[in-house]
DNA sequence: ATTAGCACTCTATGCTTTAGAGTGCTAAAG
DNA sequence: CTTTAGCACTCTAAAGCATAGAGTGCTAAT
């Protein structure tokens, strides 16, 4: 496979951006009137031509314009990439009105930014907090709860607050809930989730040893309680209705399903929350089948290089992508700022 | 407006139920072969026209069959409601299956609610504890939090567990957090948030007579602590979209939009969760424009005769309405064992 | 290497026709 | 007086057909 003179960059990226704009496949007519290169209708079909072949675009049928193929996007977008500067100052300060006051509940926070990412953007808006096995354990406090139950309360280190109930066998009484809070915050206190339960069950393996009663009750109750899914937060799909791109019913089904499922996409953005800076993952690139007719523009929240919180757009391949990544970009920035002030 | 004679009655009801089941106008013909009532198409026809002329059918076009109206739809419900017995103790185990793991998280408990309710019945699936201001402060217990932050856990008797973060001007300790804690519950437990948000504005007004700080900023705390919205679960947007009634892309718009602002379906579901037993809105009934397309079939988990929570199903006028009032019933009354349960 | 010219291809659109389902009315039958 | 058979009429949805227009690829000229 060539690679691609200047030319034949300029009129792929071209094509995209009359495509990006309004989705109808493009001709070599319209790429030589609107873009003004210099060149007739007829070279530029030839180079068109070219970019089929070399699989950048493609053609719905014979007599029509050409289309971009996810390589094609994912040409144009690392060109964008390497040019753009998106961090927006005005989105900056839009975004902080609507969030400042939500910075204390962090829920809010979270559903708050999505719904604010999609009414800019026109496509979906997500948001998740880290999850469960990244997240690092500041305190634990246990309450009586009801006759037979124990709640406890969990505070993480990302700001998180969770809590969970426990039911268990045998009665106990508040001041044995405090020495068994007191024990677990000693023991597990600055640990991410995942070495707790690891250390829980080495605990667990050598039971016979322990004599301490509470600390093995203790170590039950962490067994069930430290661990949970992170919190995905979707908004926008009545937004993205409007899109041409979804005329069809039946990808409108798939992200509907994607986003009540939420696991596949809360692995997506797991997977990408290890990385920094605004990433894009085109279509078939998302190596999910559910998903390859969308594209996703990501950002990671970090804290000392530990991921707080992702935010991201989902769209269809065909998206404005500088909008998208200078929305996403923005939006984590802002998000950082306000998760890392403690 | 004529009451209808036996035989009428037998033939609205006939053209709903076919209605129901296959989506396309239903004529004289239809009716007279499929319900054997012994009566030719002619005189159905003459019964249909009736029937028309009353508002309870209505013809799309001259020479179509029938559809029922809204109306239609109440007078065959309410003859359903009339007959059947809509427990279903099969369904009753399947979701006990389901759910009776989860017993101890609320929000896991309603959110597989909706799940199940969606998936059996291919319609959405909602369900939501009650707005706070029908809710019962059990217990409040305040930490310090972060360096200028207070974390409020708040226990409510329906068995919602809350938590709140609120920023503070100046430190306190944890001791007199503890004293606060104290007098906020001696004052408010027991109290539905609405009493205490009352009362709250009393003390407020007589601000200058309270003498101990503590309380003043305890008060102040309350504030913003005890208000929040219903917590709204919805499921099965993606089994809508399976049903001809949902071809049109409009239609969809505007269910998920109301998914998405949740606050239209609270406050119908709020307003519903006052009376007991199976409630059924069709359409137009429902008084909100955004939602005349839908019907809505709800029932109320009560104990002591107040709310604890509300399980429904939304789907298209054209519902299946005796499969739906029999899960939603017997969901709730599921759903009301478990939450009693303390 | 580029471009103008031209024949060719394919789709989308609009129009016309047709089949079929269902009605309402009338007159006959029970 | 009610019910029903018969029939002309209406309306829609589907199918077929013609046409316009956009865009292409190729060839020959620049």
């Known amino acids: 496979m060539q690679t691609l003179d200047e030319r034949a960059k300029k009129i792929l ?20 009137k609107v873009y003004p290169f210099g060149l007739s209708p007829a070279t530029i079909r030839n180079i068109m031509a070219d970019l089929v072949e070399m699989g950048f675009l493609i053609q719905p049928h014979t007599s029509a314009g050409r289309v971009p193929t996810d390589r094609g996007y994912r040409f144009y977008v690392d060109s964008l990439l390497a040019e753009m500067n998106y961090l927006n100052m005005e989105f900056f300060r839009e975004i902080g009105n609507r969030l400042e006051a939500l910075r204390d509940n962090i829920d809010m926070l979270f559903s708050e930014t999505t719904r604010t990412i999609s009414t800019f953007s026109h496509y979906l808006g997500v948001a998740m907090a ?8 500041n305190r634990i406090e246990l309450f009586k709860y009801r006759t037979d139950k124990i709640a406890a309360i969990i505070f993480t280190d990302e700001g998180l607050i969770k809590n969970r109930v426990v039911s268990i066998d045998s009665e106990i009484n508040q001041k044995d809930l405090n020495k068994m809070a007191a ?36 170590i039950r109750i962490c067994r069930e309680t430290f661990s949970f899914y992170g919190d995905l937060f979707v ?49 078939s690139e998302i190596l999910m089948d559910e998903m390859k007719k969308f594209s996703l523009v990501v950002s990671t929240c970090k804290e000392d290089n530990r991921p707080i919180g992702v935010v ?13 990544i200078s929305i996403v970009d923005t939006t984590a920035k802002f998000l950082t700022k306000i998760l890392a002030e403690k």
């Open 235 to 283: 908004s926008g799909l009545s937004e993205v209705l409007d899109l041409p791109d979804f005329a069809d019913l039946k990808k409108i089904k798939e992200l509907s399903k994607a986003i009540e499922e939420k696991h596949t996409i809360i692995k997506l953005l797991d997977r990408l929350s290890d990385f920094d800076g605004v990433q894009i993952i085109i279509g």
């Open 312 to 324: 991201g757009i989902i769209g269809p391949t065909r998206m404005n992508y500088s909008k998208a």
């Open 130 to 137: 880290p999850k469960s096995n990244r997240i690092t354990l």
């Open 13 to 32: 990226c071209a094509v995209v951006q009359s495509y990006i704009e309004v989705p109808d496949p493009v001709g070599s007519r319209t790429v030589s």
């Open 183 to 218: 024990y677990l915050n000693s023991e597990f206190s600055g640990h991410t989730f995942d070495e707790i339960r690891q250390k829980v069950i080495k605990e667990m393996s050598k039971e016979k040893i322990i004599c301490d009663r509470l600390i093995l009750r203790a």
